[in-house]
């Protein structure tokens, strides 16, 4: 097994080939006077698993192109088999055509990846909403990790657990809250959410009481402008929360987020590694390196 990075994952890249004791592989990326992409791999993978690592956040259609180059660049270079990881997955939102003549983003990409020579997939916490289980779409091996259960380990010394409420900001969210709930032993909720548009949301409570005079750690997957953390923090706290702390898998944190939720008293803010960022204290490279492990048995 030979890893490889991307630019958005060089880091990402060479803790998991550390972890593994597996060789990592350098790839010069640069890019022409005109835009257009240069990559070449220091070494070739002839016989070998190749692992991809690329996250994709922020700017995702440069990482998709380069992560594009790379796979089937492996595959032609005689990879035995090429597993993409990519932390952060891009377009999973638009899962479907809600509107005539919208283009179905995710498929498209699935579609690619397989095309572009990738034979598996490990991703982490997958911004999947209509779509409940990726394999139901794709064509290759889709594997959906989550670094949730390490968030709640987080915060087990952190938090008063004998006062503390787990909250989703929204029903998408459920999912996440439980998993954080079970590893702390508290109770959880979940906010209902209205989305007024790309940015502004109304939210609701249905369980006021379970909030009032509580401490409250409120869990999402992606923060990307901060609308739903901002309208959830200022629900809880005019229910009458004690300190209110956030955290999410993938901290893309576009425009001003970092104010809206701060400027409403959070405690603290925590992400994981899949997008760099201030906040990313938790690492999701010992949950995709305990996967690879299985696969480098079989």
């Not at 989550?146 to 909250?167: A, H, L, P, Q």
């Not at 402008?225 to 893309?252: M, P, Q, S």
Request: glycine share 6%; net charge negative.
């Amino acid at each position: 097994m030979l890893i490889y990075a991307g630019s958005a994952s060089r880091y990402f890249g060479l803790k998991l080939a550390r972890i593994l004791g597996v060789e990592y592989v350098s790839v010069e990326s640069r890019k022409f006077p005109d835009g257009e992409l240069y990559i070449r791999l220091e070494k070739e993978p002839r016989g070998e698993v190749a692992v991809l690592v690329q996250s994709m956040y922020r700017t995702p259609n440069d990482y998709l192109i380069e992560y594009f180059f790379i796979s089937r660049t492996l595959k032609e270079l005689g990879a035995k088999e090429v597993v993409g990881v990519i932390p952060y997955f891009p377009y999973a939102r638009q899962d479907t055509r809600f509107r005539p003549g919208e283009v179905v983003s995710l498929s498209v990409v699935l579609e690619l990846l397989e095309k572009m020579g990738t034979d598996r997939v490990v991703t982490v916490d997958m911004h999947l909403h209509r779509v409940q289980d990726i394999e139901e779409i794709s064509k290759i091996p889709f594997t959906n990790l989550s670094v949730m259960k390490e968030i709640g380990k987080y915060f087990k010394d952190k938090i008063r657990r004998e006062n503390t409420v787990v909250v989703g900001p929204d029903e998408e969210a459920e999912q996440w809250v439980k998993m954080v709930a079970g590893v702390l032993q508290t109770p959880y909720t979940v906010l209902e959410k209205v989305r007024l548009g790309d940015v502004e949301v109304e939210i609701k409570a249905k369980e006021e009481e379970l909030i009032k005079r509580r401490d409250i750690l409120i869990v999402d997957d992606i923060i990307s402008t901060g609308g739903t953390i901002e309208a959830a923090v200022k629900k809880v706290k005019e229910i009458g929360a004690n300190r209110v702390f956030v955290a999410c898998a993938h901290a893309i944190l576009a425009a001003s987020a970092e104010y809206r939720i701060f400027h409403e008293g959070v405690e603290e803010l925590v992400a994981s590694d899949t997008v760099p960022s201030p906040y990313s204290v938790i690492s999701a490279v010992p949950v995709v390196a305990n996967y690879l492990e299985m696969l480098k048995s079989y």
